[in-house]
């Protein structure tokens, strides 16, 4: 094997490297969702925690100068509470309600 032979080999490996970089890209450009770019979007995601095996969460979103206080799990989504934009849902954490099947019994709606 000679010396020109393996300049070929890593210009063409170069060239396949380039194309696929090129091509992620273009692919990440031209995509709606994928620009990280600084554009503004109208629901945000304040905060996510995980309450369990099973995937349920409690979420905080954002939207239209509102925080909405959203509990998923995999089968659906439920509101939980909603308050102004500057509200941290402090007064949901202080005022004692206890959760069904916590460490303060069940829970009484």
Same mark, same amino acid.
């Given at each position: +094997?000679?010396?020109?032979?393996?300049?070929?080999?890593? $210009?063409?490996?170069?060239?396949?490297?380039?194309?696929?970089?090129?091509? $992620?890209? $273009?692919?990440?450009?031209?995509?709606?969702?994928?620009?990280?770019? &600084?554009? /503004?979007?109208?629901?945000?995601?304040? *905060?996510?925690?995980? +309450?369990?095996? $099973? %995937?349920?969460?409690?979420?905080?979103? /954002?939207? /239209?100068g509102?925080?909405l206080?959203? %509990?998923?799990?995999?089968? %659906? +989504?439920n509101?939980?509470?909603?308050? @102004?934009? *500057?509200? /941290?849902?402090?007064?949901?954490?202080? *005022?004692?309600?206890?959760?069904? @099947? %916590?460490p303060?019994?069940? &829970?009484?709606r």
């Amino acid at each position: +094997m000679t010396l020109a032979y393996f300049v070929n080999v890593f $210009l063409m490996l170069a060239l396949v490297a380039g194309m696929a970089v090129g091509t $992620l890209w $273009l692919v990440r450009r031209f995509q709606p969702g994928l620009a990280t770019g &600084a554009r /503004e979007r109208s629901v945000k995601v304040v *905060d996510a925690v995980t +309450m369990g095996a $099973l %995937g349920a969460r409690l979420v905080v979103v /954002e939207f /239209e100068g509102r925080r909405l206080l959203v %509990g998923v799990t995999r089968t %659906g +989504m439920n509101l939980i509470a909603e308050a @102004g934009a *500057d509200s /941290e849902f402090q007064q949901y954490i202080d *005022d004692g309600v206890p959760l069904a @099947g %916590g460490p303060r019994g069940a &829970a009484r709606r």
